[in-house]
T-cell receptor, first 113, second 112 residues
Framework: DVKVTQSSRYLVKRTGEKVFLECVQD?????MFWYRQDPGLGLRLIYF???????EKGDIPEGYSVSREKKERFSLILESASTNQTSMYLC????????????FGPGTRLTVL | QQQVKQSPQSLIVQKGGIPIINCAYE??????FPWYQQFPGKGPALLIA?????SEKKEGRFTISFNKSAKQFSLHIMDSQPGDSATYFC???????????FGTGTSLTVIP
């Protein structure tokens, strides 16, 4: 069965802290994605990666960076968390050829105080 | 700028009713249109998808209607059940691209 896991379901951080969100998929998928989900705004793409060490900016990359050192793992980094980054963060993966179903993790609810 | 516009934002129907969720797009290069369903506390999951070479696709109680000339597509849920209460997202993608563009979501509540 397809599985995308995220390191935390809930996370509370303080303004200015560095935050790491981890995502792991067990499907040998090439593509991985980070979205944030906010009420009334839907899912907005932050970054995606189509291969190890490769990354592409999505629609809202400002304030975020990513790392993909291994195929199964994709990390989202908030270098200096701010209150406007309080949100639900969703990781997804998909295989090629495109388009293909994106499989989502359960999400991490991040609160920045 | 929202590439895919979705309405309504929320919808309440009685059990057995047929909720309809609408989406519109501008980019004629889009060639794949999935719908995702999200239950509280879960990530979205693919429900049904359509390509623009057909005008309708059915899977069980879920139907996508596609109007290429109007650049609109919609999800119909036949004989809706309380278990269908969830948030629904439409999306679109371009065949050679990596990115899905999601709508803003519709929160559906089916009252018993």
């Amino acid at each position: 069965d397809v599985k995308v896991t995220q390191s935390s379901r809930y996370l509370v951080k303080r303004t200015g802290e560095k935050v790491f969100l981890e995502c792991v998929q067990d499907m040998d998928h090439e593509n991985m994605f980070w979205y944030r989900q906010d009420p009334g705004l839907g899912l907005r793409l932050i970054y995606f990666s189509y291969d190890v060490k490769m990354k592409e900016k999505g629609d809202i990359p400002e304030g975020y960076s990513v790392s993909r050192e291994k195929k199964e793992r994709f990390s989202l980094i908030l270098e200096s968390a701010s209150t406007n980054q309080t949100s639900m963060y969703l990781c997804a993966s998909s295989s090629r050829p495109l388009p293909d179903t994106q499989y989502f993790g359960p999400g991490t609810r991040l609160t920045v105080l | 700028q929202q590439q895919v516009k979705q309405s309504p934002q929320s919808l309440i129907v009685q059990k057995g009713g047929i909720p309809i969720i609408n989406c519109a797009y501008e980019n004629t290069a889009f060639d794949y249109f999935p719908w995702y369903q999200q239950f509280p506390g879960k990530g979205p999951a693919l429900l049904i998808a359509i390509r623009p070479d057909v005008s309708e696709k059915k899977e069980g109680r879920f139907t996508i209607s596609f109007n290429k000339s109007a650049k609109q597509f919609s999800l119909h849920i036949m004989d809706s059940q309380p278990g269908d209460s969830a948030t629904y997202f439409c999306a679109a993608s371009i065949g050679t691209g990596n990115q899905f563009y999601f709508g803003t979501g519709t929160s559906l509540t089916v009252i018993p």
